[in-house]
């Protein structure tokens, strides 16, 4: 339960502190937090970018969160719909959020590559480091229930 508190933590860290400065042509920087970025995707008309990071990045996560309280709280998988959706989530959640920012920040980098530099911050660390003990929690709670014969 610590280690689940923990990464909501790192998950709240990274939406808010800023990921990275971008400075254009050495005069003008900004610094963006996953969820400002985010709504500038909204602000700017890319919509389906918006749906896209947004769900992947935020959405998903937060529901993981909020489904392995659930499954830690109740100490059980205890119906059929839960241990479809922990099964769903181990085996292709890992892939939902760290591929999306790893995208999205190649695809930063390569867009601005000649007329910007980026400057990574702690929010990018934050956020990759909710993902991975997410992943690990994930990966344990589904190791348990298998203990215990629990088909998952």
Do not use: C
């Not at 760290?98 to 990018?124: Q, Y």
Request: avoid cysteine.
């Amino acid at each position: 339960m610590v280690l689940l508190i923990v990464a909501a933590s790192l998950l709240i860290a990274g939406f808010m502190t800023p990921m990275m400065t971008i400075t254009k042509l050495v005069f003008f920087s900004d610094s963006f937090s996953l969820l400002r970025g985010i709504y500038e995707l909204f602000q700017s008309g890319h919509y389906f970018l918006f749906i896209l990071v947004g769900g992947f990045s935020v959405v998903l996560p937060i529901l993981k969160i909020l489904l392995l309280f659930r499954v830690i709280t109740y100490g059980a998988i205890e119906s059929e719909k839960v241990n479809k959706l922990v099964h769903l989530m181990h085996e292709y959640g890992r892939w939902a959020m760290l591929d999306v920012m790893v995208v999205a920040i190649l695809l930063v980098t390569v867009k601005l590559g000649a007329i910007a530099s980026i400057e990574i911050h702690a929010g990018l660390y934050f956020f990759g480091l909710a993902v991975l003990l997410i992943m690990f929690i994930t990966n344990m709670v589904v190791n348990d229930a298998k203990k215990r014969d629990v088909s998952v």
